[in-house]
């Protein structure tokens, strides 16, 4: 049994389970940001859990399929470097759910700060939406609105 769970799980499948996943913590996050529930799933140490459990699960994975983790380190090299670790799907997998992890948890902090400030639910949607898809730039787009509710800016908090 254990042996067909291990084999179901593929990157490929991994890939898709991570996806589907974060998405109901998103929905929660941007159309039901008051209510408890999300406050228990979306903005809990569950997703940040979750993600950590498949992490691993790749990790070990990749460690009984002779990935290389010293070759990790080559990322400071150069680009080209990088760019030959993102041909290894397990190296493209741990990176994605590393990506999906920080947009969820910023997406999570936003809300969490929006409501210190009482953002308009209607107004916080389009930064969340930006922080899924990309997450930088959703968090500046975030901390413009956050300056017209907070009345001041502020370069930490």
């Not at 929905?27 to 992490?55: D, G, M, N, T």
Request: with cysteine; glycine share 4%; hydrophobic share 55%.
């Amino acid at each position: 049994m254990i042996e067909q769970i291990y084999n179901y799980f593929t990157t490929e499948m991994l890939y898709l389970w991570v996806n589907i996943g974060v998405l109901p913590f998103w929905l929660l996050i941007i159309f039901f940001p008051q209510s408890h529930l999300c406050r228990f799933l979306a903005v809990s140490i569950i997703p940040v859990f979750l993600l950590s459990a498949v992490y691993v699960f790749v990790l070990y994975k990749a460690y009984f399929n002779s990935f290389d983790f010293i070759e990790n380190f080559n990322l400071y090299l150069g680009l080209s470097y990088v760019s030959e670790l993102f041909q290894n799907e397990f190296y493209l997998l741990m990176f994605w759910i590393h990506f999906v992890s920080v947009n969820l948890f910023i997406g999570g902090w936003i809300l969490k700060d929006s409501q210190k400030f009482q953002v308009n639910k209607f107004l916080l949607a389009f930064p969340l939406v930006i922080t899924y898809l990309i997450g930088p730039i959703g968090i500046f787009v975030y901390w413009i609105l956050r300056i017209f509710y907070a009345k001041r800016i502020n370069l930490y908090d």
